[in-house]
């Protein structure tokens, strides 16, 4: 394969090395070879379109030989920031003709039942390892379609269907196997599951459909993530168009528009205070019963990229484990959104406890991935034995990006009996702080 046969588009200008890589498995056709080549000459600009938002990172280019009613397919899958990937797919006729154009980045969050009936939610965001075995240009019977595998026993696929003047975005399945207990720990259910969202919205022909404004599918126990979608399905003349059919939410605003959070652009400003958020009831269980209680409402206060948001979790969509040690204690949550939110307890000369660390990883409205950690914290400070409460609002501040504003507080992750708060005789044993009010 030579550099002209295979052009990578979207290589950055300053990465210096590219790789390309034929991939195995596609109807037993192909074979693996890998070519580290020295820095080409610099590759002939790209239209603004297929620059924009590119990550400068490495350049991975898939080249399938034809096969009958498949074509010839182009792949090049950008690697870019942590947990984030750049698809672009240029799918080509027998004829070396574009007939279908798409570039776009996901992931995933799946709830899933344990065998000890809580529940789990795990994040699939790593699609270095994808395959495409199936993508199509489309023909008399069956219209186009973009299959994609990746991890382990994963799949993703969306289908194209014409009418008159337009085509459409039909519908989006999504495969997961929950049997493989690496990604789904102690499942109580076994087996691929599948989930189907037919989208169906019409596009105009020779059309290129774009969409940069983060998009939700939420059916079952899966949320799916898209955004910085372009895509164009019945590619007229080999040659993608510079028309664009934007979304709703691109059409009404030029900003990524938030789901969950509300975002404010002042970066020196205090974000509009959201209403209070609801207060959740939190435990974490040992084989000895109930080692860990927190009762709160959790306001999250986020400064990412010189925007401020405000988010309240939803504790009747948050999920919560943890463990229990005679020293420390986790309680972490997790949500659709959120990977991680751990709160970690440690005790202190061997007779009081405190919130020593706050460790945060979630997903923003952008798909971008913010994470925090602090192990050198001293909040909630109470003696073993009690619990601590404070009733008015109160800040745990993490670092200068990120904040907990707390409501209704009461914690004891220590000597919890009989899955109770602390009592001394027919009064609870609660340390009152300075901001607590009486009971």
């Keep these: 394969m030579t550099r002209a046969e295979a052009p990578c588009p979207g290589v950055c200008s300053s990465c210096g090395r590219w790789s390309a890589l034929l991939l195995p498995g596609f109807q037993q056709a192909f074979s693996l070879v890998l070519l580290l080549l020295l820095p080409p000459p610099p590759p002939p600009p790209l239209p603004p379109r297929r620059r924009r938002r590119l990550l400068c990172g490495i350049m991975v280019c898939f080249r399938f030989s034809p096969v009958p009613g498949s074509g010839l397919v182009l792949l090049c899958l950008v690697l870019g920031a942590v947990s984030s990937y750049a698809l672009e797919l240029n799918l080509t006729d027998s004829g070396k003709a574009t007939c279908l154009y798409a570039k776009w980045q996901m992931n995933f969050t799946i709830r899933y039942e344990t065998t000890s009936k809580s529940y789990k939610t795990v994040t699939v965001s790593d699609l270095s390892t994808a395959t495409y075995n199936g993508s199509a240009c489309g023909e008399d019977q069956n219209g186009p379609k973009i299959a994609v595998q990746?991890?382990?026993?994963?799949?993703?696929?969306?289908?194209?269907?014409?009418?008159?003047?337009?085509?459409?975005?039909?519908?989006?399945?999504?495969?997961?196997?929950?049997?493989?207990?690496?990604?789904?720990?102690?499942?109580?259910?076994?087996?691929?599951?599948?989930?189907?969202?037919?989208?169906?919205?019409?596009?105009?022909?020779?059309n290129i459909f774009r969409c940069n404004s983060l998009s939700t599918l939420e059916k079952d126990d899966v949320v799916q993530y898209y955004w910085d979608v372009h895509v164009q399905a019945f590619v007229q003349n080999g040659t993608v168009s510079t028309k664009e059919f934007l979304c709703e939410k691109d059409r009404t605003s030029t900003t990524v528009a938030p789901i969950t959070p509300t975002t404010t652009p002042a970066p020196t400003?205090?974000?509009?205070?959201?209403?209070?958020?609801?207060?959740?009831?939190?435990?974490?269980?040992?084989?000895?019963?109930?080692?860990?209680?927190?009762?709160?409402?959790?306001?999250?206060?986020?400064?990412?990229?010189?925007?401020?948001?405000?988010?309240?979790?939803?504790?009747?969509?948050?999920?919560?484990?943890?463990?229990?040690?005679?020293?420390?204690?986790?309680?972490?949550?997790?949500?659709?959104?959120?990977?991680?939110?751990?709160?970690?307890?440690?005790?202190?000369?061997?007779?009081?406890?405190?919130?020593?660390?706050?460790?945060?990883?979630?997903?923003?409205?952008?798909?971008?991935?913010?994470?925090?950690?602090?192990?050198?914290?001293?909040?909630?400070?109470?003696?073993?034995?009690?619990?601590?409460?404070?009733?008015?609002?109160?800040?745990?501040?993490?670092?200068?990006?990120?904040?907990?504003?707390?409501?209704?507080?009461r914690v004891q992750p220590f000597n919890v009996m009989e899955g109770k708060y602390s009592t001394e005789g027919n009064v609870e044993a609660v340390f009152k702080s300075k901001c607590a009010m009486s009971p």
């Design 150 to 206: 990746f991890g382990s026993g994963f799949s993703w696929v969306v289908n194209f269907t014409k009418e008159g003047s337009t085509y459409s975005i039909d519908g989006i399945s999504f495969s997961y196997n929950i049997s493989d207990n690496t990604t789904f720990p102690d499942a109580k259910d076994k087996g691929i599951l599948t989930v189907y969202d037919p989208v169906r919205f019409r596009i105009p022909l020779n």
């Design 269 to 409: 400003t205090t974000p509009i205070p959201k209403e209070k958020p609801e207060v959740g009831s939190y435990s974490v269980n040992n084989s000895n019963g109930t080692c860990l209680l927190a009762t709160m409402g959790l306001q999250l206060n986020i400064t990412h990229e010189k925007v401020a948001s405000i988010i309240n979790i939803n504790p009747n969509t948050t999920d919560f484990t943890g463990n229990c040690h005679p020293q420390s204690a986790l309680l972490r949550l997790n949500s659709s959104n959120i990977k991680f939110l751990d709160f970690v307890f440690a005790v202190k000369n061997e007779n009081r406890f405190y919130l020593k660390e706050v460790n945060i990883s979630m997903y923003l409205v952008n798909g971008s991935v913010f994470s925090i950690a602090n192990n050198n914290l001293s909040y909630w400070d109470a003696p073993l034995g009690s619990s601590y409460m404070c009733n008015k609002e109160q800040t745990v501040s993490v670092s200068g990006a990120f904040q907990i504003n707390t409501f209704d507080l």
